[in-house]
């Protein structure tokens, strides 16, 4: 069905190619080793030699070239052939594939998403695998990336039609000289009778940066409210067991490092729209691509910003309730060592009185000569006693086994509110940091 309705629309609509990407902080240095990857099929890094032939095998790089800023533009890239498909990646990270349409635009993007999703990405995570930070919490909703394409002649109507039969929505539609940009959910169609200038070029680069760019904001966004709302739920708890405190310990330490990874990734992210924004004003399209919602340097800038003023906030949400955490479980030791211990005399003490009873019996008394002038009788408990005696000393050691660790157990159950809310002796220097954060 979708196929007759798109063969309908391409009598008039002539799309040129698609392009379909993502971006994620990278260097040079891995541009340099992404390079020799293509090329050898290898890598300098503890990575399985078998894997990185595989996956080396299944791209079928051909036509591998590296291009550097002569060509112009601030970033160096390498681009290869791999079986009908352009692959391009450039040294800020931004990584793009093409597939030029045919007759069947379908299957063509289709077998785009294949090739990106199946071949490329998964030599990128082979190659990149190693001392690549991860985080604990993710994001499930971020799986869409965007795909760009591009014609050379169609309608608004055609377009619309086009991207329903792909059940897409165009959402705004913006034109400016030589182009016209349709903005959809995942789909962004750009008509322009120049589809292979090096302004269209750019404008693709610009607009997958920026979905790209912007959807990171927003896992990051998600992944705040994630961890935000799992501390919550502990400080809202009306009392905690010390069974869960070496469970909530672990969970806290990893949200400690998720913070420090997010930090450290927002600040990278916001480097580079630096670098891209110069690319863009050193090149003089800065207006044209303004025009065409393609240079949001100025919002991402601010929305990145905002983001890490979120997560220095949450810097000491997670560490007054590690701190908390930390002194629970530690006094929980101290009351397992008491217990320990408390039992350990408890046995002692029965243990020499049992032990009394087994010197029962005679001790003769002898004189110089060796005769014997007396005989001492100690006297001990008779089996009955000693059944009693024992039976009772057994049952006494077992209740107060089991009273100490329920009275323990309601001791350990501390009242969270006392310790994290205002009152707290971490509720002054929580006040203060997060002041502090938010007048930064």
């Not at 869409?144 to 055609?158: C, K, L, M, N």
Request: with cysteine.
């Amino acid at each position: 069905m979708f196929c007759d309705t798109l063969c309908a629309i391409k009598e008039d609509m002539r799309i040129a190619y698609a392009v379909t990407g993502n971006w994620f902080p990278r260097t040079k240095m891995h541009l340099k080793e992404y390079h020799r990857f293509l090329v050898d099929g290898v890598s300098h890094l503890p990575i399985d030699p078998e894997l990185l032939r595989r996956v080396h095998k299944a791209m079928q790089p051909t036509n591998i070239a590296y291009i550097g800023l002569a060509a112009g533009g601030r970033f160096d890239h390498v681009e290869a052939e791999c079986g009908g498909f352009l692959a391009s990646y450039f040294e800020d990270g931004l990584f793009l594939a093409r597939r030029n349409i045919g007759t069947d635009a379908d299957a063509d993007i289709y077998e785009l998403h294949n090739f990106y999703n199946e071949k490329l990405l998964v030599a990128l995570s082979a190659l990149f695998s190693v001392g690549l930070p991860a985080l604990s919490v993710h994001d499930p909703k971020y799986t869409e990336r965007p795909t760009v394409v591009v014609a050379e002649s169609a309608t608004d109507a055609e377009v619309t039609q086009w991207t329903d039969a792909l059940q897409d929505r165009i959402h705004f539609l913006i034109k400016h000289k030589k182009h016209r940009v349709y903005y959809g959910d995942r789909l962004i169609v750009v008509v322009t009778r120049e589809p292979e200038s090096d302004l269209t070029h750019q404008l693709i680069r610009s607009i997958i940066f920026f979905r790209e760019f912007e959807a990171r904001l927003n896992n990051f966004l998600n992944l705040h409210r994630e961890v935000w709302h799992s501390i919550d739920e502990i400080r809202k708890k009306d009392s905690l067991s010390l069974t869960e405190l070496p469970r909530i310990r672990d969970r806290l330490l990893d949200f400690d490092r998720d913070l420090s990874i997010v930090v450290a990734r927002l600040s990278q992210m916001e480097d580079f729209l630096v670098e891209r924004q110069l690319e863009i004003d050193e090149m003089d399209r800065t207006e044209y691509l303004r025009a065409l919602e393609a240079y949001r340097f100025g919002k991402m800038r601010v929305n990145t910003r905002y983001l890490l003023q979120l997560w220095n906030q949450l810097d000491s949400y997670i560490e007054s309730t590690a701190n908390i955490i930390g002194l629970m479980y530690q006094e929980s030791l101290e009351k397992s060592l008491n217990v320990l211990q408390f039992i350990f005399l408890l046995g002692s003490v029965a243990g020499v009185l049992i032990l009394g009873d087994l010197s029962a019996g005679e001790t003769p008394i002898v004189d110089a000569g060796g005769q014997t002038i007396a005989v001492a009788q100690m006297t001990g408990f008779n089996w009955q006693d000693l059944f009693i005696f024992g039976g009772t000393s057994l049952f006494l050691t077992f209740a107060i086994f089991f009273g100490m660790q329920f009275f323990t157990s309601k001791l350990s159950r501390i009242a969270t509110k006392t310790l994290v809310g205002e009152s707290s002796p971490f509720s002054k220097q929580r006040k203060k940091r997060l002041n502090g954060s938010s007048g930064s």
